[in-house]
């Protein structure tokens, strides 16, 4: 399902963190008393009444050595070209400031919808500040406090009226949709217009969605396929294209919409702690995952290099122990035919529903064969086992105490569930449930 997604601008300091802390619901980045404070997230799921959305705070994306007030022009930029809905926040302590108006400016030039608020306005004699506000051309401002949680809710309802009406549905059920996630220049474009040229891929004309995110759907063998999010790829030349918090924004956007990642590895390069972090969001958010050792025509290589490299890859994605990996060249197109069985392959198992009776023969056997563990005198309990939901395949199983099942044993459950059925190139989740 896609959500609409909200972007919070405004210069530092105005309180945009706190308040995507408050909307988010919990802390999770560092909010202290200096401008242009570091943080950790940036886009995360919010949710108001009966609307879920995404939300992004635009202060996170740290533009390099750009001066100030460009950095806040990007921000903004940014925020138009993601957001359905932009917040624009300022400051009601200090009134307008020259910087609000620069960011006024840019953002005269969206036609998304601008919801203004005044933040720091933390009681009720405080609110004739907002009238200033007015000036910005933003229409009616909303007096909010994000420290006292004050007004959010009004915020919220009034960037909700202007959600998009979002097909619900985007493609039918039977098309698989993956993306290519990695860092800049690992190959992401060359690769995605190496698929689409093979021969017998037939592209389809029609731009996938409403959206402003351009996919591109073909069929090959009589599967239908969408690639998600090539925009992001295609388009370049922007300065915060560049910026690693943009690159991973965009990434989680794509994962959020795929069935499938292919997660791309410069052969030349190696594996960096940023391929790790992006691999990790795809296996969090639960898709299907296909490692790519993309340029390996670059690599200088002997009967043993494939071996040691695919070694390499284990030891550094650990949890992605699942996921196949396929090396191939974008350049001189070698062994790209390859990928996309491994797509169907992953894609499959992703929606694999397995028999409910031959699911519990395999968790009683793994129990007779390895007890379940014990915990201060008491020893956990297995009653049944049973799948319930694909994408990815969730199992709940029944205990007499949850808290029993500890990461080991259901590490051994999970493994002894694999090699009964596979799931390769899926992640699956295993639930205790106390049964009374
Ligand atoms: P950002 O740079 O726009 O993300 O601003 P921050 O969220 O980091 O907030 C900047 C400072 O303003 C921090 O010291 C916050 O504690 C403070 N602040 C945020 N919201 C409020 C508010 O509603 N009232 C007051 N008095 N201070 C606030
Ligand atoms: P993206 O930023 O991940 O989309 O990467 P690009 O597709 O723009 O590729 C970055 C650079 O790597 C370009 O100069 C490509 O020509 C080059 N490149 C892409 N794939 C390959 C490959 O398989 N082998 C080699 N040697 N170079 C490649």
Do not use: C
Not at 100 to 116: H, Q, S
Request: net charge negative; no cysteine.
């Amino acid at each position: 399902m896609v959500k609409p997604v909200i972007a919070i601008v405004g210069r530092p300091n105005v309180g945009k963190s706190t308040i995507f802390n408050r909307i988010v619901g919990e802390r999770i980045s560092i909010v202290e008393d200096i401008p242009g404070v570091t943080r950790d997230r940036i886009y995360s799921s919010g949710e108001w009444l009966t609307h879920d959305f995404n939300i992004i705070d635009t202060g996170g994306i740290d533009i390099g050595e750009e001066p100030f007030l460009e950095q806040i022009r990007q921000q903004a930029e940014v925020a138009m070209d993601e957001a359905d809905v932009i917040i624009f926040l300022t400051n009601g302590k200090e009134g307008v400031t020259a910087a609000d108006e620069e960011v006024a400016k840019i953002l005269y030039r969206t036609k998304k919808p601008v919801v203004l608020g005044v933040n720091k306005i933390d009681n009720p004699e405080m609110r004739d500040q907002i009238y200033d506000f007015y000036a910005l051309g933003f229409g009616e401002p909303i007096p909010i406090s994000g420290s006292h949680g004050l007004g959010i809710g009004d915020l919220l309802d009034e960037a909700a009226k202007h959600f998009p009406k979002l097909d619900q549905t985007e493609y039918d059920e039977d098309v698989i949709k993956f993306s290519l996630i990695g860092r800049p220049n690992v190959g992401k474009s060359s690769l995605v217009n190496a698929i689409l040229g093979e021969e017998r891929v037939i592209v389809s004309n029609i731009a996938g969605t409403t959206r402003d995110a351009i996919d591109s759907p073909y069929t090959y063998d009589e599967q239908r396929y969408v690639i998600i999010d090539t925009a992001g790829i295609r388009k370049k030349g922007k300065v915060y294209e560049n910026t690693e918090k943009y690159s991973v924004l965009r990434a989680l956007r794509a994962i959020e919409r795929s069935d499938v990642v292919l997660v791309v590895i410069n052969a030349e390069e190696g594996i960096i702690e940023q391929d790790k972090k992006i691999a990790g969001y795809a296996h969090e958010a639960g898709r299907a995952v296909v490692i790519v050792v993309n340029k390996w025509d670059a690599v200088e290589k002997d009967e043993k290099t494939m071996k040691e490299f695919e070694q390499k890859i284990r030891d550094h994605f650990l949890f992605l122990d699942y996921a196949p990996i396929v090396f191939l060249s974008a350049k001189t197109k070698k062994r790209v035919h390859t990928l996309l069985p491994m797509i169907n392959l992953a894609s499959e198992n992703h929606s694999m529903r397995v028999e409910t009776s031959v699911l519990n023969d395999i968790i009683m056997d793994a129990v007779a064969m390895n007890p379940t563990p014990t915990d201060k005198g008491k020893r956990l309990k297995i009653y049944y086992a049973t799948q319930v939901s694909v994408k990815p395949p969730t199992f709940v199983i029944f205990v007499n105490e949850p808290e029993l099942l500890h990461f080991s044993y259901e590490r051994f459950l999970e493994n002894r569930i694999r090699d009964a059925f596979g799931f390769e190139g899926t992640p699956i989740k295993i639930f205790a449930r106390e049964r009374k």
